[in-house]
């Protein structure tokens, strides 16, 4: 079995905690990126508790040191928790402006890093492609079934995954060597991610990862589209994903020429004659 995530540790001690190691274990709980900023002195005068409550918190979450308690905090701080960034002294209303110059920081900086080349050749391999899948969890699953839904103007053979009571094995059975995967790996990324994507590696496919910032370049797929996801609040922005998503796709339907025109023209007749907009 794995061990606890330091988080879960503060969670399942909180109960039978004393009170002065509950004060410590309630901040700790809702401020963990605490933890990974300050130090044990620190963290006490944060708490108003002594160093000595420090020392037997973090023997009650079962680590030998606060240094270790420490590292496990910065661990999944990595690892993509949004709450690691909320701080006990930032309680001042953000101006909404502030959301606005990230999220147009975080366009410009992924648009800009991603060569109009780049865009063309998976452009045309979507087109090409014997079937395109999509394939995204957590925020990237209505993210893979936008994609899926904008990409259905001009590709007919496109789906989004996961189907509900469908396993993925299901899927990755299916996918050849003449396909594209679009796979989406944003923060914070299921444990089986590693997984899926060696699978999807190995099966030949043409590979389009879309990540955020976090995930290192992978040279093993065929496009790495790293987003800029930063944010003054509590969660991750996913404004830039949405900013390369519609050049992507504008961009397919510019290269589907005369047939891309066509489909268009057939879905709007559709859409007319059973009156559905």
Known sequence: ???????????????????????????????PGEVASYSASELAKLADVSNATVSRFVRRLGYTSYEE???????????????FLAAVRDTAPRDPLTYADTD?????????????????DLAKVLLSARKVWVIGFRAGAPL??????????????????PNHGQTMGEHLAGIQSNDLVIFFGLRRRI???????SRLISSGASLALISDE???????????????????????SH???????N??????????GESGRQRLAAIEAANDALDEL
């Open 1 to 31: 079995m794995p061990e606890s995530s330091f988080l879960s540790r503060v969670h399942d001690a909180l109960p039978d905690l004393h009170p002065a190691e509950r004060k410590l274990g309630e901040l700790v709980r809702d401020f």
């Open 69 to 83: 308690a420490r590292r496990d905090a910065r661990l999944e701080k990595t690892h993509g928790s949004r709450r």
């Open 104 to 120: 147009t920081l975080n366009v410009s900086k992924t648009i800009e890093s991603i060569p109009q080349e780049t865009v063309d």
């Open 144 to 161: 893979a079934h936008y994609t899926q839904w904008q990409l259905l103007q001009v590709i007919e053979n496109i789906v989004a995954l």
């Open 191 to 197: 444990s089986q991610f590693d997984n899926i994507l």
């Open 214 to 236: 976090s995930l290192p370049l992978n040279k093993e797929v065929t496009w790495h589209l790293r987003c800029a996801t930063d944010s003054p609040g509590p969660l991750f």
């Open 239 to 245: 404004v830039s994903v949405m900013a390369l998503l």
């Open 247 to 256: 050049l992507v796709v504008n961009r397919t339907i510019d290269l589907a």
